[in-house]
């Protein structure tokens, strides 16, 4: 079954432009991991430094191996003390 997963990232202040770089060096590594059917990036309007991933996954498992995956690690590294709030949802369409 097909996993929607909404994450939202707050940076911190002053950290935007770090976390927006960080988050944009995810983009075209992860679209090209098995599994991944959608991996968008926002910026907020009106808050530019809150960023939402809009992902569609094949299934959990898959979405799973990307949480484990060396450039996430690599991220987390970059913006550790850079981001304010991470908060991930997982999501099952249902129309």
Excluded: S
Aim: aromatic residues 10%; glycine residues 6%.
């Amino acid at each position: 079954m097909t996993l929607t997963i909404v994450a939202q990232i707050t940076a911190a202040a002053g950290k935007e432009d770090l976390v927006r770089a960080e988050l944009e060096k995810l983009v075209p590594i992860t679209r090209a991991e098995q599994g991944c059917l959608q991996y968008d990036l926002h910026i907020d309007n009106a808050t530019p430094g809150f960023f939402v991933f809009f992902e569609n996954w094949e299934n959990r498992d898959l979405w799973q191996q990307h949480m484990g995956a060396a450039h996430l690690k690599d991220y987390m590294t970059a913006t550790d003390g850079a981001v304010d709030q991470f908060v991930v949802n997982e999501m099952t369409k249902i129309a």
